[in-house]
């Protein structure tokens, strides 16, 4: 099943778009730069740069606390990116928390959602796959709670079966975490029937959309989760903010995650009230330059299309992997019938360290690591993996070139 609407032609082209990069005027080691490590950031745009500068140059000051000039003007562009970002997955301006990044908005959901609904002998549901942002806060709160942790399998493909996860759910599930799409082997989950199963049981569900947000368009309404969350770092905005989604009424009931300015409504030495979501899990000076430059990105994309995007990198993602399966002694992790845009291989008798170096060398910057993911490392049998990973800025150049630098490394290290 194909994961994006396929078409003849697509009006969005990488090699154009490429052009939008400044990176990619510098070289790597004296090589043209072929960048395929977006999985763990994003290449930045030249208006998302611009937008950081600019909101450093122009009218910087804090926001929500000034009545001068600057301070409202800053307070505008600052709320006009949570509508950006709102608009962009389908949600409503106040269901739209500002955080540091994917991971502290799960910790979030965890500390603060965990903390008054979790009891002994309850259970949080999460897969195999899970990046450690999506296991580790989990295993927190259920160690302050009592609760337990269950994880649903993964077939030998790295495939996420709805029934296998829907088969775990039971009156004791309290929430459903898992991804969007694996951040390793870029399988994309069934989270719909997934998401829908949940609900007949009344459990709250949780996606992890750090890899998702990027490949495809997002709508929170359609898919119907509780809480989904993204980093902005790899939606080709800067670092230092990330995204979360919660459904209002559950924000609004949920406690605080950390006190101080900006989230109060009154203070006193013997009591304080909150405002509501999503004032109330912002507290203190936020990354103001940052989310409106996040807001620049959201723009960006939106220019070009996401649906336009998506079946560009789609072409060049089934170009990556017929090539990549001609390389003799290599073996490619993931064959899920449903996946996008990441490939996680190895070459035989090398080390993905190795491999990764010389192709530093050649300009090719891939990920060689665990990728945040020991347990699923551990189900596929290996310590790590190499790690390609497709962005919009990448073409089938690009794709040559990492064929021939692995057919280099396979020389050196033979």
């Not at 500002?98 to 959602?113: D, Q, S």
């Not at 192709?359 to 347990?375: N, T």
């Amino acid at each position: 099943m194909a994961l994006f609407a396929t078409k003849e032609e697509s009006i969005f082209n990488g090699a154009t778009a490429r052009r939008d990069f400044p990176i990619f005027t510098q070289k790597m080691n004296d090589k043209p730069l072929v960048f395929l490590d977006t999985a763990a950031s994003a290449q930045k745009p030249k208006v998302v740069i611009d937008a950081l500068q600019n909101a450093l140059n122009d009218n910087y000051a804090n926001i929500h606390r000034g009545l001068y000039q600057f301070s409202q003007k800053t307070t505008t562009q600052f709320e006009n990116a949570r509508g950006k970002v709102a608009r962009f997955i389908n949600a409503l301006e106040n269901e739209i928390v500002f955080t540091r990044n994917g991971t502290e908005a799960i910790n979030l959901v965890a500390a603060c959602w965990g903390r008054t609904r979790l009891n002994p002998g309850d259970e949080i549901l999460i897969t195999a796959l899970e990046h450690h942002a999506n296991i580790v806060p989990w295993q927190l709160i259920a160690q302050r709670t009592g609760a337990k942790l269950i994880v649903a399998p993964i077939t030998n493909e790295g495939d996420v079966k709805a029934a296998d996860v829907i088969a775990l759910m039971n009156e004791k599930t309290q929430i459903v975490a898992i991804s969007h799409m694996s951040n390793a082997l870029g399988t994309m989950l069934p989270v719909t029937e997934i998401i829908q199963a949940a609900k007949k049981i009344n459990a709250a569900t949780l996606l992890d959309g750090c890899q998702a947000i990027m490949h495809e368009s997002v709508d929170v309404m359609a898919l119907g989760c509780d809480f989904y969350v993204f980093s902005g770092h790899k939606l080709y905005g800067p670092t230092g903010v990330g995204v979360l989604y919660g459904r209002e009424q559950l924000l609004n009931a949920m406690p605080p995650y950390q006190g101080g300015g900006d989230m109060i409504e009154t203070v006193s030495f013997d009591e304080t009230t909150y405002k509501m979501a999503p004032a109330r899990f912002e507290a203190g000076t936020p990354a103001i330059a940052e989310v409106i430059a996040l807001g620049a990105a959201i723009d960006y994309l939106n220019a070009y299309g996401m649906n336009n995007i998506a079946a560009y990198e789609e072409g060049v993602y089934h170009y990556a992997l017929e090539e990549l399966n001609k390389i003799d002694g290599l073996t490619l992790y993931g064959r899920a019938e449903n996946k996008a845009a990441i490939l996680c291989f190895n070459l035989r008798g090398a080390h993905p360290s190795d491999v990764a170096t010389i192709l530093d060398k050649e300009g090719i910057a891939v990920r060689a690591g665990h990728h945040c993911c020991m347990p699923l490392m551990k189900r596929l049998g290996v310590t790590g993996t190499l790690r390609a990973s497709i962005g919009l800025y990448n073409t089938r150049d690009d794709i040559d070139a990492l064929v021939a630098g692995l057919g280099k490394a396979g020389k050196m290290l033979a």
